[in-house]
Nanobody, 126 residues
């Protein structure tokens, strides 16, 4: 059973930074054949893609709304991914989730991911 635990959320002001972490209890699908993604869900909105990486490679993919402000990174030894969020805006307010899916998934599609964390709240005040 794969468990994902996010942390690092909080209440900040516009322009501030936060760094989210997501630790996986195990890595599924074998031989790095998976992808990890960050998604967010704001009240009354659908869950949306933020960033992702295929574990076998090093390319990161970002939603247009966060490009240049958010950076995804990882620590292979600790089964951990991070999301550095700079210049936060009120519209970034949401619950942020990390997820794991097979490396074949369409990275932007939350429906294709298999394992999800419980989420961490990020609130940005203006």
């Amino acid at each position: 059973q794969v468990q994902l635990v996010e942390s690092g959320g909080g209440l900040v002001q516009a322009g501030d930074s936060l760094k989210l972490s997501c630790v996986a209890s195990a890595l599924p699908f074998g031989n790095g054949n998976f992808a990890m993604g960050w998604f967010r869900e704001a009240p009354w909105k659908e869950r949306e893609f933020v960033a992702a990486i295929r574990w076998s490679g090093d390319n990161k993919y970002y939603a247009d709304s966060v490009k240049g402000r958010f950076t995804m990174s990882r620590d292979n030894a600790k089964n951990t991914v991070f999301l550095q969020m700079n210049n936060l805006k009120p519209e970034d307010t949401a619950v942020y989730y990390c997820a794991i899916g097979g490396s074949w998934v369409k990275l932007e599609s939350p429906n294709e991911y298999t394992y999800w964390g419980q989420g961490t709240q990020v609130t940005v005040s203006s």
